[in-house]
Protein backbone atom coordinates (compact mmCIF):
# COMPACT_ATOMS: atom_id res chain seq x y z
CA UNK A 1 0.00 0.00 0.00
CA UNK A 2 2.86 2.57 0.89
CA UNK A 3 4.58 1.05 -2.10
CA UNK A 4 2.00 1.93 -4.37
CA UNK A 5 1.04 5.41 -2.81
CA UNK A 6 4.87 6.08 -3.15
CA UNK A 7 4.47 5.14 -7.00
CA UNK A 8 1.45 7.49 -7.50
CA UNK A 9 3.15 10.79 -5.76
CA UNK A 10 5.92 9.83 -8.52
CA UNK A 11 3.35 8.90 -11.30
CA UNK A 12 1.79 12.34 -10.75
CA UNK A 13 5.12 14.24 -10.72
CA UNK A 14 6.14 12.26 -14.09
CA UNK A 15 2.64 13.73 -15.01
CA UNK A 16 3.46 17.40 -14.13
CA UNK A 17 6.06 17.10 -16.75
CA UNK A 18 3.77 15.64 -19.37
CA UNK A 19 0.68 18.04 -18.60
CA UNK A 20 3.20 20.95 -18.63
CA UNK A 21 4.14 20.11 -22.34
CA UNK A 22 0.28 18.53 -23.34
CA UNK A 23 -0.78 21.91 -22.28
CA UNK A 24 1.98 23.46 -24.86
CA UNK A 25 0.39 21.55 -27.52
CA UNK A 26 -2.90 22.44 -26.16
CA UNK A 27 -2.08 26.27 -26.62
CA UNK A 28 -1.04 25.86 -30.54
CA UNK A 29 -3.90 23.54 -31.49
CA UNK A 30 -6.49 25.54 -29.81
CA UNK A 31 -4.91 28.76 -32.10
CA UNK A 32 -4.58 26.90 -35.00
CA UNK A 33 -6.01 23.60 -35.40
CA UNK A 34 -2.51 22.78 -35.58
CA UNK A 35 -0.33 19.90 -33.49
CA UNK A 36 2.90 21.24 -33.16
CA UNK A 37 5.55 18.32 -33.31
CA UNK A 38 8.32 20.55 -32.70
CA UNK A 39 6.78 21.51 -29.19
CA UNK A 40 9.35 18.99 -27.29
CA UNK A 41 12.20 20.34 -29.59
CA UNK A 42 11.90 23.69 -28.52
CA UNK A 43 11.05 22.57 -25.28
CA UNK A 44 14.76 20.85 -25.05
CA UNK A 45 16.49 24.25 -26.23
CA UNK A 46 14.98 26.56 -24.11
CA UNK A 47 16.59 23.85 -21.40
CA UNK A 48 20.05 24.35 -23.08
CA UNK A 49 19.45 28.08 -22.60
CA UNK A 50 18.47 27.02 -18.91
CA UNK A 51 22.04 24.97 -19.03
CA UNK A 52 24.08 28.13 -20.30
CA UNK A 53 22.52 30.39 -17.92
CA UNK A 54 22.97 28.30 -15.02
CA UNK A 55 26.73 27.58 -15.79
CA UNK A 56 27.19 30.92 -16.09
CA UNK A 57 26.75 31.33 -12.38
CA UNK A 58 23.30 32.74 -12.66
CA UNK A 59 21.31 31.14 -9.65
CA UNK A 60 18.63 28.24 -10.87
CA UNK A 61 15.50 30.23 -9.53
CA UNK A 62 16.87 33.18 -11.21
CA UNK A 63 17.58 31.31 -14.26
CA UNK A 64 14.31 29.43 -14.40
CA UNK A 65 12.40 32.41 -14.97
CA UNK A 66 14.90 34.43 -17.29
CA UNK A 67 14.52 31.16 -19.66
CA UNK A 68 10.69 31.23 -19.76
CA UNK A 69 10.95 34.79 -20.80
CA UNK A 70 13.49 34.00 -23.68
CA UNK A 71 11.61 30.61 -24.70
CA UNK A 72 8.17 33.18 -24.85
CA UNK A 73 9.98 35.47 -27.22
CA UNK A 74 11.91 32.86 -28.89
CA UNK A 75 8.21 31.01 -29.77
CA UNK A 76 6.76 34.54 -31.01
CA UNK A 77 9.66 34.64 -32.85
CA UNK A 78 9.60 31.46 -34.65
CA UNK A 79 5.85 31.88 -35.15
CA UNK A 80 6.37 35.46 -37.06
CA UNK A 81 8.89 33.69 -39.07
CA UNK A 82 8.34 30.38 -39.75
CA UNK A 83 4.78 30.03 -39.15
CA UNK A 84 3.25 33.01 -40.15
CA UNK A 85 4.00 33.16 -43.89
CA UNK A 86 2.28 29.82 -44.12
CA UNK A 87 -0.58 30.58 -41.68
CA UNK A 88 -3.57 30.13 -43.93
CA UNK A 89 -1.59 27.20 -46.06
CA UNK A 90 -3.84 23.43 -45.81
CA UNK A 91 -3.59 21.67 -42.67
CA UNK A 92 -0.94 19.09 -43.71
CA UNK A 93 1.64 21.93 -45.02
CA UNK A 94 1.62 23.64 -41.42
CA UNK A 95 2.12 19.61 -40.09
CA UNK A 96 5.08 19.55 -42.09
CA UNK A 97 6.01 22.77 -41.60
CA UNK A 98 6.42 22.19 -37.53
CA UNK A 99 8.46 18.29 -38.56
CA UNK A 100 10.82 20.26 -40.42
CA UNK A 101 10.99 23.08 -37.56
CA UNK A 102 11.42 19.99 -34.84
CA UNK A 103 14.39 18.66 -36.99
CA UNK A 104 15.69 22.04 -37.55
CA UNK A 105 15.76 22.25 -33.58
CA UNK A 106 17.31 19.06 -33.11
CA UNK A 107 19.98 19.46 -35.78
CA UNK A 108 20.83 23.37 -34.42
CA UNK A 109 21.19 21.60 -30.86
CA UNK A 110 23.38 19.06 -31.47
CA UNK A 111 25.43 21.18 -33.65
CA UNK A 112 25.64 23.62 -31.43
CA UNK A 113 25.85 21.59 -27.70
CA UNK A 114 26.88 17.76 -29.23
CA UNK A 115 25.27 14.91 -28.19
CA UNK A 116 26.75 13.99 -25.04
CA UNK A 117 23.82 13.69 -22.31
CA UNK A 118 25.19 17.04 -19.45
CA UNK A 119 23.68 16.55 -16.05
CA UNK A 120 21.29 19.16 -15.12
CA UNK A 121 21.59 20.55 -11.59
CA UNK A 122 17.84 20.00 -9.21
CA UNK A 123 17.14 22.43 -7.03
CA UNK A 124 15.32 20.00 -4.61
CA UNK A 125 17.23 17.63 -2.31
CA UNK A 126 17.71 14.13 -3.21
CA UNK A 127 16.22 13.22 0.54
CA UNK A 128 12.61 11.85 0.91
CA UNK A 129 9.55 12.78 3.11
CA UNK A 130 7.17 10.48 5.24
CA UNK A 131 3.75 11.37 4.37
CA UNK A 132 0.96 9.53 5.55
CA UNK A 133 3.34 6.89 5.63
CA UNK A 134 4.51 6.76 1.98
CA UNK A 135 8.35 8.02 1.78
CA UNK A 136 7.88 10.97 -1.46
CA UNK A 137 11.41 12.49 -2.55
CA UNK A 138 11.71 15.99 -2.27
CA UNK A 139 12.57 16.10 -6.06
CA UNK A 140 9.17 14.95 -6.95
CA UNK A 141 7.49 17.03 -4.88
CA UNK A 142 9.18 19.94 -6.06
CA UNK A 143 8.35 19.01 -9.46
CA UNK A 144 4.82 18.78 -8.42
CA UNK A 145 4.64 22.35 -6.91
CA UNK A 146 6.54 23.82 -9.75
CA UNK A 147 3.90 22.07 -12.76
CA UNK A 148 1.10 22.98 -10.34
CA UNK A 149 2.34 26.59 -10.31
CA UNK A 150 2.92 26.84 -13.55
CA UNK A 151 -0.14 25.71 -15.10
CA UNK A 152 -2.01 27.78 -12.11
CA UNK A 153 -0.59 30.92 -14.11
CA UNK A 154 -1.83 29.45 -17.59
CA UNK A 155 -5.44 28.95 -16.37
CA UNK A 156 -5.63 32.29 -14.77
CA UNK A 157 -4.08 34.03 -17.25
CA UNK A 158 -6.49 32.40 -19.34
CA UNK A 159 -9.36 32.81 -18.04
CA UNK A 160 -9.26 36.02 -15.46
CA UNK A 161 -7.39 38.59 -17.98
CA UNK A 162 -7.74 39.96 -20.58
CA UNK A 163 -5.60 39.46 -22.90
CA UNK A 164 -6.57 35.71 -22.21
CA UNK A 165 -10.38 36.73 -23.05
CA UNK A 166 -9.10 38.03 -26.70
CA UNK A 167 -6.62 34.94 -27.12
CA UNK A 168 -9.46 32.14 -26.40
CA UNK A 169 -11.71 34.59 -28.51
CA UNK A 170 -9.20 34.74 -31.61
CA UNK A 171 -8.85 30.77 -31.13
CA UNK A 172 -12.28 30.21 -31.66
CA UNK A 173 -13.93 32.69 -33.89
CA UNK A 174 -11.48 34.78 -35.87
CA UNK A 175 -13.89 36.21 -37.74
CA UNK A 176 -16.01 37.61 -35.24
CA UNK A 177 -13.01 38.16 -32.49
CA UNK A 178 -11.52 40.78 -35.41
CA UNK A 179 -14.85 42.84 -35.66
CA UNK A 180 -14.33 43.20 -31.99
CA UNK A 181 -10.74 44.95 -32.67
CA UNK A 182 -8.82 41.93 -31.49
CA UNK A 183 -5.44 41.32 -33.50
CA UNK A 184 -5.67 37.74 -34.09
CA UNK A 185 -2.78 37.13 -35.96
CA UNK A 186 -1.12 38.80 -32.77
CA UNK A 187 -2.86 36.35 -30.62
CA UNK A 188 -1.84 33.13 -32.43
CA UNK A 189 1.87 35.09 -31.80
CA UNK A 190 1.09 35.22 -28.08
CA UNK A 191 -0.23 31.73 -28.00
CA UNK A 192 2.76 29.92 -29.74
CA UNK A 193 4.79 32.26 -26.83
CA UNK A 194 2.96 31.01 -24.20
CA UNK A 195 3.14 27.54 -25.49
CA UNK A 196 6.84 28.07 -25.63
CA UNK A 197 7.39 28.82 -21.85
CA UNK A 198 4.97 26.11 -20.51
CA UNK A 199 6.55 23.42 -22.94
CA UNK A 200 10.28 24.64 -21.85
CA UNK A 201 9.29 23.88 -18.11
CA UNK A 202 8.73 20.49 -18.57
CA UNK A 203 12.21 20.21 -20.49
CA UNK A 204 13.79 22.01 -17.49
CA UNK A 205 11.86 19.64 -14.96
CA UNK A 206 12.78 16.37 -16.65
CA UNK A 207 16.58 17.02 -17.86
CA UNK A 208 17.63 16.40 -14.35
CA UNK A 209 15.85 12.86 -14.59
CA UNK A 210 16.65 11.97 -18.41
CA UNK A 211 20.18 13.94 -18.69
CA UNK A 212 20.46 16.83 -21.24
CA UNK A 213 21.07 16.27 -24.64
CA UNK A 214 19.02 16.78 -28.05
CA UNK A 215 16.79 13.71 -28.36
CA UNK A 216 15.95 14.62 -24.29
CA UNK A 217 12.20 15.45 -25.34
CA UNK A 218 11.66 12.50 -28.51
CA UNK A 219 9.79 10.35 -26.05
CA UNK A 220 8.30 13.27 -23.45
CA UNK A 221 6.71 14.16 -26.17
CA UNK A 222 4.65 10.82 -27.37
CA UNK A 223 3.41 10.69 -23.48
CA UNK A 224 2.55 14.65 -23.80
CA UNK A 225 0.82 13.39 -27.13
CA UNK A 226 -0.89 10.55 -25.03
CA UNK A 227 -2.20 13.20 -22.45
CA UNK A 228 -3.25 15.58 -24.70
CA UNK A 229 -5.47 13.49 -26.77
CA UNK A 230 -6.14 11.62 -23.69
CA UNK A 231 -7.89 14.90 -22.12
CA UNK A 232 -9.33 15.79 -25.72
CA UNK A 233 -7.09 18.18 -27.73
CA UNK A 234 -8.78 21.02 -27.40
CA UNK A 235 -8.83 21.32 -23.51
CA UNK A 236 -6.22 22.88 -21.41
CA UNK A 237 -8.28 21.22 -18.38
CA UNK A 238 -8.40 18.17 -20.35
CA UNK A 239 -4.35 18.18 -21.05
CA UNK A 240 -3.28 19.17 -16.82
CA UNK A 241 -6.02 15.50 -15.95
CA UNK A 242 -4.17 13.74 -19.20
CA UNK A 243 -0.94 14.38 -17.74
CA UNK A 244 -1.39 12.93 -14.10
CA UNK A 245 -3.90 10.12 -15.69
CA UNK A 246 -0.98 9.03 -18.12
CA UNK A 247 2.17 9.94 -15.97
CA UNK A 248 0.45 7.58 -12.83
CA UNK A 249 -0.55 4.75 -15.12
CA UNK A 250 2.99 4.68 -17.25
CA UNK A 251 4.58 4.84 -13.80
CA UNK A 252 2.35 2.06 -12.14
CA UNK A 253 2.61 0.30 -15.26
CA UNK A 254 6.30 0.00 -15.26
CA UNK A 255 6.36 -1.26 -11.53
CA UNK A 256 3.61 -4.01 -11.31
CA UNK A 257 3.34 -5.41 -14.42
CA UNK A 258 6.58 -7.07 -15.71
CA UNK A 259 6.06 -7.38 -18.74
CA UNK A 260 5.71 -3.87 -18.77
CA UNK A 261 8.97 -3.04 -17.23
CA UNK A 262 10.95 0.13 -17.91
CA UNK A 263 11.12 -0.46 -21.82
CA UNK A 264 7.57 -0.97 -22.73
CA UNK A 265 6.42 2.31 -20.52
CA UNK A 266 6.21 3.91 -23.90
CA UNK A 267 4.06 1.35 -25.58
CA UNK A 268 1.62 2.21 -22.64
CA UNK A 269 1.95 5.33 -24.04
CA UNK A 270 0.88 4.95 -27.24
CA UNK A 271 -1.81 2.40 -26.10
CA UNK A 272 -3.91 5.14 -24.23
CA UNK A 273 -3.72 6.79 -27.44
CA UNK A 274 -4.91 4.46 -29.74
CA UNK A 275 -6.86 3.34 -27.45
CA UNK A 276 -8.66 6.64 -26.65
CA UNK A 277 -9.01 7.61 -30.66
CA UNK A 278 -10.97 4.06 -31.17
CA UNK A 279 -13.22 4.67 -27.99
CA UNK A 280 -13.53 8.38 -26.81
CA UNK A 281 -12.44 10.04 -29.57
CA UNK A 282 -13.22 13.85 -28.01
CA UNK A 283 -11.17 12.74 -24.91
CA UNK A 284 -12.57 12.80 -21.91
CA UNK A 285 -12.90 16.84 -21.60
CA UNK A 286 -13.40 17.72 -25.30
CA UNK A 287 -16.44 18.75 -27.01
CA UNK A 288 -18.16 16.20 -29.30
CA UNK A 289 -17.39 18.25 -32.97
CA UNK A 290 -13.97 18.79 -34.04
CA UNK A 291 -13.53 20.82 -36.46
CA UNK A 292 -10.85 23.58 -37.74
CA UNK A 293 -10.61 27.17 -36.22
CA UNK B 1 -19.21 66.09 -44.55
CA UNK B 2 -20.82 62.59 -43.63
CA UNK B 3 -19.37 60.27 -41.24
CA UNK B 4 -19.33 57.45 -43.48
CA UNK B 5 -19.18 57.64 -47.61
CA UNK B 6 -18.59 54.96 -49.97
CA UNK B 7 -17.62 55.70 -53.49
CA UNK B 8 -17.52 53.60 -56.48
CA UNK B 9 -17.16 50.86 -54.11
CA UNK B 10 -16.39 47.14 -56.34
CA UNK B 11 -15.72 44.01 -54.25
CA UNK B 12 -16.21 40.29 -55.16
CA UNK B 13 -15.19 37.12 -54.09
CA UNK B 14 -12.29 35.80 -56.12
CA UNK B 15 -12.96 35.81 -59.53
CA UNK B 16 -16.95 36.98 -58.92
CA UNK B 17 -17.30 40.43 -58.34
CA UNK B 18 -20.56 41.33 -56.58
CA UNK B 19 -20.33 45.18 -56.16
CA UNK B 20 -20.13 47.03 -59.46
CA UNK B 21 -19.25 51.00 -58.11
CA UNK B 22 -21.64 50.98 -54.74
CA UNK B 23 -21.97 55.15 -53.58
CA UNK B 24 -23.51 55.89 -51.05
CA UNK B 25 -23.08 58.28 -47.67
CA UNK B 26 -24.07 58.21 -43.78
CA UNK B 27 -24.60 61.66 -42.11
CA UNK B 28 -23.34 61.72 -38.54
CA UNK B 29 -26.05 60.57 -36.10
CA UNK B 30 -28.29 59.11 -38.83
CA UNK B 31 -30.09 56.43 -39.69
CA UNK B 32 -29.73 55.13 -42.68
CA UNK B 33 -31.05 51.56 -44.58
CA UNK B 34 -29.89 49.81 -47.14
CA UNK B 35 -32.57 47.47 -48.50
CA UNK B 36 -32.75 45.30 -51.34
CA UNK B 37 -33.31 41.36 -52.02
CA UNK B 38 -31.59 38.48 -51.65
CA UNK B 39 -27.90 38.30 -53.21
CA UNK B 40 -27.77 42.30 -53.94
CA UNK B 41 -24.83 42.94 -52.39
CA UNK B 42 -25.79 43.91 -48.94
CA UNK B 43 -23.65 42.04 -46.73
CA UNK B 44 -21.04 42.46 -49.26
CA UNK B 45 -21.13 46.15 -48.45
CA UNK B 46 -20.64 46.11 -45.28
CA UNK B 47 -17.76 43.98 -45.40
CA UNK B 48 -16.22 46.15 -47.43
CA UNK B 49 -16.64 49.01 -44.94
CA UNK B 50 -14.63 46.70 -42.39
CA UNK B 51 -12.04 45.00 -44.78
CA UNK B 52 -13.80 41.46 -44.81
CA UNK B 53 -13.78 41.52 -48.69
CA UNK B 54 -11.22 43.41 -50.95
CA UNK B 55 -12.57 46.35 -52.80
CA UNK B 56 -11.95 49.46 -54.42
CA UNK B 57 -13.08 52.81 -55.24
CA UNK B 58 -12.94 54.26 -51.57
CA UNK B 59 -14.52 54.26 -48.30
CA UNK B 60 -13.89 56.92 -45.40
CA UNK B 61 -15.22 57.15 -42.05
CA UNK B 62 -14.63 60.40 -40.30
CA UNK B 63 -12.57 61.94 -42.91
CA UNK B 64 -10.08 59.05 -43.27
CA UNK B 65 -9.61 56.90 -46.09
CA UNK B 66 -10.10 52.82 -44.86
CA UNK B 67 -8.17 51.99 -47.86
CA UNK B 68 -6.32 48.55 -47.28
CA UNK B 69 -6.94 49.36 -43.38
CA UNK B 70 -7.27 45.90 -41.40
CA UNK B 71 -10.59 45.35 -39.95
CA UNK B 72 -9.02 45.18 -36.71
CA UNK B 73 -8.09 48.39 -37.14
CA UNK B 74 -10.85 49.63 -39.14
CA UNK B 75 -13.35 49.17 -36.25
CA UNK B 76 -10.79 50.76 -33.56
CA UNK B 77 -11.97 54.18 -35.51
CA UNK B 78 -15.62 53.86 -33.87
CA UNK B 79 -17.38 51.25 -36.72
CA UNK B 80 -18.90 48.34 -34.57
CA UNK B 81 -20.45 45.90 -37.17
CA UNK B 82 -22.76 43.18 -36.03
CA UNK B 83 -22.14 41.10 -38.64
CA UNK B 84 -24.81 38.48 -40.61
CA UNK B 85 -25.19 35.54 -38.26
CA UNK B 86 -24.68 37.79 -35.15
CA UNK B 87 -21.07 36.83 -34.46
CA UNK B 88 -22.16 35.52 -30.84
CA UNK B 89 -19.08 33.80 -29.67
CA UNK B 90 -20.78 30.46 -28.46
CA UNK B 91 -17.76 29.29 -26.29
CA UNK B 92 -17.69 32.09 -24.65
CA UNK B 93 -20.01 33.37 -21.32
CA UNK B 94 -22.54 36.57 -22.06
CA UNK B 95 -20.20 38.17 -19.75
CA UNK B 96 -17.26 37.80 -21.85
CA UNK B 97 -19.08 38.59 -24.88
CA UNK B 98 -19.73 41.60 -23.66
CA UNK B 99 -16.37 42.01 -22.54
CA UNK B 100 -15.12 41.72 -25.59
CA UNK B 101 -17.36 45.06 -26.77
CA UNK B 102 -15.97 46.84 -23.85
CA UNK B 103 -12.00 45.31 -23.87
CA UNK B 104 -10.31 48.35 -25.92
CA UNK B 105 -12.08 51.11 -23.74
CA UNK B 106 -10.04 53.20 -21.07
CA UNK B 107 -12.69 55.27 -19.58
CA UNK B 108 -13.69 53.00 -16.90
CA UNK B 109 -16.63 55.17 -15.30
CA UNK B 110 -18.27 55.87 -18.65
CA UNK B 111 -18.17 51.75 -19.20
CA UNK B 112 -19.01 50.63 -16.09
CA UNK B 113 -22.52 53.14 -16.46
CA UNK B 114 -22.74 51.74 -20.54
CA UNK B 115 -23.20 48.60 -19.21
CA UNK B 116 -26.28 49.47 -16.57
CA UNK B 117 -28.02 50.97 -19.21
CA UNK B 118 -26.98 47.26 -21.33
CA UNK B 119 -28.80 45.67 -18.62
CA UNK B 120 -31.26 48.21 -18.65
CA UNK B 121 -32.16 48.26 -21.87
CA UNK B 122 -31.67 43.75 -21.83
CA UNK B 123 -32.51 42.79 -18.68
CA UNK B 124 -32.27 39.60 -19.95
CA UNK B 125 -28.97 39.63 -20.34
CA UNK B 126 -28.14 40.42 -16.57
CA UNK B 127 -29.95 37.28 -15.75
CA UNK B 128 -27.65 34.99 -17.95
CA UNK B 129 -24.31 37.08 -17.69
CA UNK B 130 -23.22 33.85 -16.46
CA UNK B 131 -24.00 31.21 -18.84
CA UNK B 132 -22.59 30.25 -21.98
CA UNK B 133 -23.73 32.53 -25.05
CA UNK B 134 -25.06 29.21 -26.47
CA UNK B 135 -27.68 28.70 -24.64
CA UNK B 136 -29.19 32.21 -25.60
CA UNK B 137 -32.24 31.89 -28.16
CA UNK B 138 -31.92 33.94 -31.66
CA UNK B 139 -33.39 36.92 -29.79
CA UNK B 140 -31.00 37.02 -27.09
CA UNK B 141 -28.46 36.34 -28.90
CA UNK B 142 -29.07 39.47 -31.18
CA UNK B 143 -29.24 41.21 -28.05
CA UNK B 144 -26.41 39.98 -26.82
CA UNK B 145 -24.73 41.28 -30.23
CA UNK B 146 -26.25 44.69 -30.04
CA UNK B 147 -24.82 45.22 -26.45
CA UNK B 148 -21.77 44.29 -27.21
CA UNK B 149 -21.73 46.79 -30.62
CA UNK B 150 -23.02 49.42 -27.99
CA UNK B 151 -20.15 48.85 -25.49
CA UNK B 152 -17.23 49.75 -28.06
CA UNK B 153 -18.44 53.10 -27.83
CA UNK B 154 -18.79 53.41 -31.74
CA UNK B 155 -19.74 56.51 -33.75
CA UNK B 156 -21.44 54.49 -36.39
CA UNK B 157 -22.92 50.74 -36.37
CA UNK B 158 -23.37 48.08 -39.28
CA UNK B 159 -26.16 46.08 -38.03
CA UNK B 160 -26.52 43.40 -40.91
CA UNK B 161 -30.12 42.29 -40.42
CA UNK B 162 -31.00 42.65 -37.16
CA UNK B 163 -34.67 41.37 -37.73
CA UNK B 164 -33.70 37.75 -39.56
CA UNK B 165 -35.50 35.05 -37.84
CA UNK B 166 -36.97 36.63 -34.98
CA UNK B 167 -40.55 37.13 -33.47
CA UNK B 168 -42.16 40.36 -34.49
CA UNK B 169 -42.69 41.42 -31.21
CA UNK B 170 -39.10 40.96 -30.09
CA UNK B 171 -38.06 42.44 -33.61
CA UNK B 172 -40.22 45.74 -32.62
CA UNK B 173 -38.50 46.29 -28.77
CA UNK B 174 -35.05 45.56 -30.51
CA UNK B 175 -35.61 48.62 -32.86
CA UNK B 176 -36.76 49.94 -29.90
CA UNK B 177 -33.47 50.22 -28.82
CA UNK B 178 -31.70 50.63 -31.66
CA UNK B 179 -33.51 54.02 -32.19
CA UNK B 180 -32.88 54.60 -28.03
CA UNK B 181 -29.10 54.28 -28.78
CA UNK B 182 -29.35 56.19 -32.16
CA UNK B 183 -31.02 59.77 -30.34
CA UNK B 184 -29.56 59.31 -27.07
CA UNK B 185 -25.83 58.79 -28.36
CA UNK B 186 -26.08 60.30 -31.95
CA UNK B 187 -24.48 57.29 -32.99
CA UNK B 188 -25.15 56.94 -36.53
CA UNK B 189 -26.58 53.30 -38.14
CA UNK B 190 -26.33 51.55 -41.20
CA UNK B 191 -29.16 48.99 -41.38
CA UNK B 192 -29.37 46.13 -43.41
CA UNK B 193 -32.65 44.76 -43.80
CA UNK B 194 -35.01 42.47 -45.83
CA UNK B 195 -37.53 43.87 -44.01
CA UNK B 196 -38.08 47.48 -45.92
CA UNK B 197 -41.44 48.73 -44.57
CA UNK B 198 -39.67 48.13 -40.77
CA UNK B 199 -36.25 49.71 -41.81
CA UNK B 200 -37.88 52.65 -43.55
CA UNK B 201 -39.76 53.59 -40.51
CA UNK B 202 -36.72 53.94 -38.85
CA UNK B 203 -34.49 55.54 -41.29
CA UNK B 204 -34.32 59.50 -42.53
CA UNK B 205 -32.19 57.89 -45.65
CA UNK B 206 -32.78 54.73 -47.45
CA UNK B 207 -30.63 53.30 -50.60
CA UNK B 208 -31.65 50.22 -52.52
CA UNK B 209 -29.47 47.82 -53.95
CA UNK B 210 -29.88 45.60 -57.10
CA UNK B 211 -27.16 43.21 -57.94
CA UNK B 212 -24.53 45.28 -56.93
CA UNK B 213 -25.69 48.26 -57.81
CA UNK B 214 -27.85 51.87 -56.25
CA UNK B 215 -30.83 51.45 -57.79
CA UNK B 216 -32.76 53.86 -56.02
CA UNK B 217 -31.30 56.75 -53.45
CA UNK B 218 -33.87 58.92 -51.38
CA UNK B 219 -35.45 59.94 -47.97
CA UNK B 220 -37.12 56.90 -46.28
CA UNK B 221 -40.81 59.19 -46.49
CA UNK B 222 -40.46 59.48 -50.24
CA UNK B 223 -39.13 55.65 -50.93
CA UNK B 224 -42.12 54.72 -48.51
CA UNK B 225 -44.67 57.02 -50.42
CA UNK B 226 -43.53 56.04 -53.92
CA UNK B 227 -46.10 53.12 -55.37
CA UNK B 228 -43.67 52.47 -57.89
CA UNK B 229 -40.86 51.84 -55.73
CA UNK B 230 -41.89 49.89 -53.28
CA UNK B 231 -43.87 47.09 -55.75
CA UNK B 232 -40.88 46.93 -57.43
CA UNK B 233 -37.77 46.95 -55.31
CA UNK B 234 -39.21 46.49 -51.85
CA UNK B 235 -41.99 43.93 -52.51
CA UNK B 236 -44.92 45.18 -50.58
N1 LIG C 1 -18.02 34.07 -49.45
C1 LIG C 1 -18.55 34.20 -50.68
N2 LIG C 1 -17.93 33.62 -51.74
C2 LIG C 1 -18.45 33.74 -52.99
N3 LIG C 1 -19.56 34.40 -53.27
C3 LIG C 1 -20.23 34.99 -52.27
C4 LIG C 1 -19.75 34.91 -50.92
N4 LIG C 1 -20.62 35.58 -50.12
C5 LIG C 1 -21.58 36.06 -50.95
N5 LIG C 1 -21.35 35.71 -52.23
C6 LIG C 1 -22.17 36.08 -53.39
O1 LIG C 1 -22.22 37.48 -53.48
C7 LIG C 1 -23.50 37.92 -53.84
C8 LIG C 1 -23.97 38.96 -52.84
O2 LIG C 1 -24.05 38.40 -51.56
P1 LIG C 1 -24.41 39.21 -50.26
O3 LIG C 1 -24.27 38.28 -49.13
O4 LIG C 1 -23.63 40.45 -50.21
O5 LIG C 1 -25.93 39.54 -50.53
P2 LIG C 1 -27.04 40.10 -49.54
O6 LIG C 1 -27.61 41.27 -50.21
O7 LIG C 1 -26.47 40.31 -48.19
O8 LIG C 1 -28.06 38.92 -49.54
P3 LIG C 1 -28.96 38.32 -48.34
O9 LIG C 1 -30.16 39.17 -48.26
O10 LIG C 1 -29.30 36.95 -48.83
O11 LIG C 1 -28.16 38.33 -47.11
C9 LIG C 1 -24.38 36.69 -53.88
O12 LIG C 1 -24.56 36.34 -55.24
C10 LIG C 1 -23.60 35.64 -53.19
O13 LIG C 1 -23.84 34.39 -53.76
MG1 LIG D 1 -26.78 39.45 -46.34
Given at each position: MQELLQQVVSGIATGGIFASLALALVLIYNAMGLVNFAQGEMAMLATFVALALIDHGMNYWIAFPVTLVIAFAGGIAIERVVIRPVERAPILTLVIVTLGLATLINGLAGFIFGYVPRAFPSPFPVQ????????????????????????????????????????????????????????????LALGWGLASAVGSV????????????????????????????????????????????????????????PFVGGDLQLAVALAIIVGVLVLKPNGLFGRPSVRRV | MALLELEEVRAGYGPTSVLHGVSLSVPEGQIVSLLGANGAGKTTTLRSITGGVQWTGDIRFA????RRMHTEDVVRCGIAHVPEGRGILTELTVDENLKLGSHLRRDGAAVRKDYDRVFEYFPVLRERRRLSASTLSGGEQQMLALARAFLTKPRLMLLDEPSLGLAPLIVR??????????????????????N?????????????????????RGSSSELTGNDAVRRSYLGY
Amino acid sequence: MQELLQQVVSGIATGGIFASLALALVLIYNAMGLVNFAQGEMAMLATFVALALIDHGMNYWIAFPVTLVIAFAGGIAIERVVIRPVERAPILTLVIVTLGLATLINGLAGFIFGYVPRAFPSPFPVQTVNILGALASYQDLGVIAVSAVVLLAIYLLLQHTTVGLTMRAAAHHPEASRLLGVRVSWMLALGWGLASAVGSVSGIMVAPILLLQPNMMQTIIIYAFAAAVLGGIESPIGAVVGGVIVGVTVNLAGVYLPFVGGDLQLAVALAIIVGVLVLKPNGLFGRPSVRRV
Amino acid sequence: MALLELEEVRAGYGPTSVLHGVSLSVPEGQIVSLLGANGAGKTTTLRSITGGVQWTGDIRFAGRSLRRMHTEDVVRCGIAHVPEGRGILTELTVDENLKLGSHLRRDGAAVRKDYDRVFEYFPVLRERRRLSASTLSGGEQQMLALARAFLTKPRLMLLDEPSLGLAPLIVRSIFEIIRTINTEDQVAVLLVEQNARLALEMSSEAYVLEVGRVAVRGSSSELTGNDAVRRSYLGY
